[in-house]
């Protein structure tokens, strides 16, 4: 396979904006494309440097793409980048430039959050694709400024409000109860149970199950890092393949 660590300028955001891909070996006539989203604490390399996605995804007709976000929680924010017209409208465009493949599916996957942007971009685009994973999900951005207040700034930046992100589409249940049931790809949806996101998850959970007939979670032992995405990374490809036979 072939590790890209690229760059581009970006005219949405007005600046040079890095990527990594991770790209078969094999000329392969068609492939599934994943758009891996990082976390809060993250950029585009942390999926390949914390965890072995390289090595779990060798030989499958697998094409993965990973944005870089900063701390924008995946919005146009108010006081900043429009960085979810980056995701869904220039990302992608530019990846099919860049590294032009024929694509039979797409998958969007995230943790933390990137769990959020996955969700976020499923929800608003659900014909797009055929599987949402959610690792340890930020459903709701707001849960941080209890859990950690020096979120406030960011928040701030991004949503400006809570008033703001309260009527926005940023707020995901806000979205979800306007969501049509059984319009969604299967989704995947894991969180540890000592997560400080678990209460969260378990609340989504509960939303998911009344709009999805192809959702399935896992709740185990297991904290807010990366040994606990490393295990689920792997359960996503296993899942992947499988439909796939």
Not at 177 to 185: C, E, Q
Request: aromatic share 14%; charged share 20%.
């Amino acid at each position: 396979m072939a590790i890209i660590h690229g760059s581009f300028y970006s005219e949405t955001l007005f600046q040079l904006t890095n990527y990594t891909a991770i790209l078969p070996d094999q000329p392969y006539t068609e492939v599934a494309i994943m758009y891996l989203l990082h976390g809060r604490s993250g950029n585009c390399q942390s999926w390949l440097n914390q965890t072995g996605i390289s090595r779990y995804v060798a030989g499958m007709p697998l094409v993965i793409f990973c944005p870089e976000v900063a701390l924008s929680y995946y919005s146009n924010m108010a006081i900043g980048s429009k960085y979810w017209d980056f995701l869904t409208k220039e990302f992608p465009q530019k990846m099919q430039l860049f590294h032009s493949y024929t694509a039979s599916k797409n998958f969007v996957v995230g943790n933390s959050m990137g769990g959020y942007g996955a969700l976020k971009w499923g929800l608003s685009e659900p014909e797009k694709f055929d599987f949402i994973g959610l690792l340890s999900p930020l459903v709701d951005v707001r849960s941080l400024l209890t859990i950690f207040p020096e979120t406030a700034i960011e928040f701030q930046a991004a949503f400006q409000t809570k008033e703001d992100y309260e009527s926005s589409e940023n707020n995901l249940f806000n979205t979800m109860k306007t969501t049509t049931p059984n319009n969604l790809p299967p989704i995947y949806h894991s969180c540890g149970k000592q997560d400080f996101l678990y209460q969260d998850s378990r609340h989504l959970q509960k939303t998911l199950l009344t709009l999805s007939k192809n959702y399935s979670s896992t709740f185990e032992e297991g904290h807010h890092d990366w040994q606990e995405w490393d295990k689920r990374i792997q359960e996503v490809i296993i899942y992947l393949t499988q439909k796939e036979t």
